[in-house]
Structures are given as structure tokens and as C-alpha cells.
């Protein structure tokens, strides 16, 4: 079981480049998320999803998009980075949509220089 | 929205010393409060929460206290050991995971 993988745990792009970011889980999860972690700032929301086929905008969603194709995978993609998205980007998922715990990805340290 | 605010930023202990961090939200319709604990370049993981009808809760060495009318929440860790330095988060669930908000976090060092 090995709970919420992403890849890749790290990358480094030039500015304007595109990439995407995958985050599968095999806990039969309904909720997944993408967070940002920058420094003094604690994890915030890009964008979520309830459900497979369905995705909606968090805190930061501005130059990110998602995709929920398949229940057990949420994909985060970067259609042209900008170094303001350098930062440690975070991936979960949880069985409902509140009061419950969330599993988190070990992380994908992006740089975009 | 929900603001959540976690103090102090930093905090440095003898083993064997408590800690306590401490978390205020300003919407009262919150209802989950949950704490995580991230390592050093390892993931977030839970490690205490509490629901907003209990007013403590406790796990061993660890426990979470609630004041909702003060609309703040704390973590207590007695009998500090230095494998619980590392970052703590709290969170704020105001309905629904989507709206869960992570205070800035903590940055505990056990001094041996």
C-alpha cells in the first residue's frame, strides 16, 4: 500500500517551459488536492478536486491547472512557469471532504529559473 | 475567509521540557482542528486533531486543547525528545476540506 506518490520529487525549468506534476493514490480516496509550500507561508490550496471528472479552484489558482481523469490520479500542470512558482508543491487526498485526515505526497521540489 | 494565525514561529527546548504552540481561527463555524508534524524534507503527516463538541483530547505525550468561544486551539508536547523537532502545522476545517486553512507553522528544535 503505497498511500499518495508523486512525481517528480524534484525539477528545475526554465521560464515559459511547461510541465506537469503527478500525484496517484490507492486508498480509494474521493478528494484529492494540490498545495504550495513556500517559506512562512504554511500550505496553501491550488486547487481541489471531489471527485473523479470533477476539479475546482482553491486559494492559489492562478497559472495552474488540474485534471481528475481517472479517481486515483490528479495531475497539476504549469502551462508556462514563472519563477513566483518555484516552491515545494504537495499533493493529497482524503475520504471525505472534511473532518478527516489528509495523506500527503512526499513532495515535488520545483525551480523555475 | 478563515485567518489562522500560529505563534510562536519558532521554539527552542531542553529535552525533557514542554511545548506549546498555539493557534487562533476568527470563523466559528469551524469544526475540525487538526495538527501535522512535517520532518525535515519529509511530508506533513497528522498527528492529533480534535472536533469542535470535545474540549481536549490526548495521544501519550501529545494533546490538543480547544477554547471555541476564544477561537483558539493549542499542542502540547510534555517530555520533549529530540525526534519531535520539526515543523507543526495547524489547520482549520470550516466545512469541508476545501476550506481547510493551515496556520504558517513551527519550527520546534529539541536541544539534547
Known amino acids: 500500500n503505497a498511500g499518495v506518490t508523486q512525481t517528480p520529487k524534484f525539477r528545475v525549468l526554465k521560464t515559459g517551459q511547461s510541465m506537469t506534476l503527478l500525484c496517484a493514490q490507492d486508498?480509494?480516496?474521493?478528494?484529492m488536492y494540490w498545495y504550495r509550500q513556500d517559506p512562512g507561508m504554511g500550505l496553501r490550496l491550488i486547487h481541489y478536486?471531489?471527485?473523479?471528472?470533477?476539479?475546482a479552484k482553491g486559494e492559489v489558482p492562478d497559472g495552474y491547472n488540474v485534471s481528475r481523469l481517472k479517481k486515483q490520479n490528479f495531475l497539476l500542470g504549469l502551462e508556462s512557469a514563472a519563477p513566483s512558482q518555484t516552491s515545494v508543491y504537495f499533493c493529497?487526498?482524503?475520504?471525505?471532504?472534511?473532518?478527516?485526515?489528509?495523506?500527503f505526497g512526499q513532495g515535488t521540489r520545483l525551480t523555475v529559473v | 475567509g478563515e485567518n489562522v494565525e500560529q505563534h510562536p514561529s519558532t521554539l527552542s527546548v531542553q529535552e525533557g521540557d514542554s511545548a506549546v504552540i498555539k493557534c487562533t481561527y476568527s470563523?466559528?463555524?469551524?469544526?475540525?482542528f487538526p495538527w501535522y508534524k512535517q520532518e525535515l524534507g519529509k511530508r506533513p503527516q497528522l498527528i492529533i486533531d480534535?472536533?469542535?463538541?470535545?474540549g481536549e483530547k490526548k495521544d501519550q505525550r501529545i494533546a490538543v486543547t480547544l477554547n471555541k468561544t476564544a477561537k483558539h486551539f493549542s499542542l502540547h508536547i510534555t517530555e520533549t525528545q529530540p525526534e519531535d523537532s520539526a515543523v507543526y502545522f495547524c489547520?482549520?476545517?470550516?466545512?469541508?476540506?476545501?476550506?481547510?486553512?493551515f496556520g504558517t507553522g513551527t519550527k520546534l528544535q529539541v536541544i539534547p
Open positions: 489547520a482549520v476545517d470550516s466545512g469541508g476540506y476545501q476550506k481547510v486553512t
Open positions: 470563523d466559528s463555524a469551524s469544526n475540525y
Open positions: 478536486s471531489v471527485g473523479e471528472g470533477t476539479t
Open positions: 486508498m480509494n480516496h474521493e478528494y
Open positions: 480534535i472536533r469542535s463538541n470535545v
Open positions: 493529497a487526498s482524503s475520504w471525505a471532504g472534511g473532518n478527516t485526515e489528509a495523506f
